[in-house]
T-cell receptor, first 114, second 110 residues
Framework: DAGVIQSPRHEVTEMGQEVTLRCKPISGHNSLFWYRQTMMRGLELLIYFNNNVPIDDSGMPEDRFSAKMPNASFSTLKIQPSEPRDSAVYFC????????????FGQGTRLTVV | QQQVKQSPQSLIVQKGGISIINCAYENTAFDYFPWYQQFPGKGPALLIAIRPDVSEKKEGRFTISFNKSAKQFSLHIMDSQPGDSATYFCAATGTYKYIFGTGTRLKVLA
């Protein structure tokens, strides 16, 4: 398996634009996580899906952020409108069964909002 | 209740020395305590993990010590090598939660 695949690897956008980050989890995994990593705040859990259903989105910073998982092999994280303070590395991770097991991370998307 | 506190923020160790990173949690519902290693430009990868029914787990040069009553756990890296230079994250997980510490930047001097 190729692991968790995220795209794009790098994204530079202007403030106010819509940004969509994409994730393909490992085949057969039923849990998916979106994290945001910054120097100041470390790895923050944004949202957790189990069997394609959003279970906990309490980490989503505000209404500008939304995430979907239309099927078991694809998820998106959308920011609309984007702001400079959204600049960070966004990671997607998947696990075989819930939260009490290993999470496999993608390579991340480095987002820069200018 | 959902935080995981990690220390130190950064650590410099001589080659061959012991690196120790500490974490503390508050939520007693957490039931899986992994450590992840992250190299620049890469996503975190699982290094070693422990469940609360044991007090210690060793894999090669890496050992987790777990103190359930104190709600603390630590990572010990024996015989630290320059290749161990990375950022290390502890995590605590439970139902619907997978919470990471803030990370420790380890530099092992040759």
């Amino acid at each position: 398996d190729a692991g968790v695949i995220q795209s794009p690897r790098h994204e530079v956008t202007e403030m106010g634009q819509e940004v969509t980050l994409r994730c393909k989890p490992i085949s057969g995994h039923n849990s998916l996580f979106w994290y945001r990593q910054t120097m100041m705040r470390g790895l923050e859990l944004l949202i957790y899906f189990n069997n394609n259903v959003p279970i906990d989105d309490s980490g989503m910073p505000e209404d500008r952020f939304s995430a979907k998982m239309p099927n078991a092999s694809f998820s998106t994280l959308k920011i609309q409108p984007s702001e400079p303070r959204d600049s960070a590395v966004y990671f997607c991770a998947s696990s075989l069964q819930g939260t009490n097991t290993e999470a496999f991370f993608g390579q991340g998307t480095r987002l820069t909002v200018v | 209740q959902q935080q995981v506190k990690q220390s130190p923020q950064s650590l410099i160790v001589q080659k061959g020395g012991i690196s120790i990173i500490n974490c503390a949690y508050e939520n007693t519902a957490f039931d899986y305590f992994p450590w992840y290693q992250q190299f620049p430009g890469k996503g975190p990868a699982l290094l070693i993990a422990i469940r609360p029914d044991v007090s210690e787990k060793k894999e090669g040069r890496f050992t987790i010590s777990f103190n359930k009553s104190a709600k603390q756990f630590s990572l010990h890296i024996m015989d630290s090598q320059p290749g161990d230079s990375a950022t290390y994250f502890c995590a605590a997980t439970g139902t619907y939660k997978y919470i990471f510490g803030t990370g420790t930047r380890l530099k092992v001097l040759a």
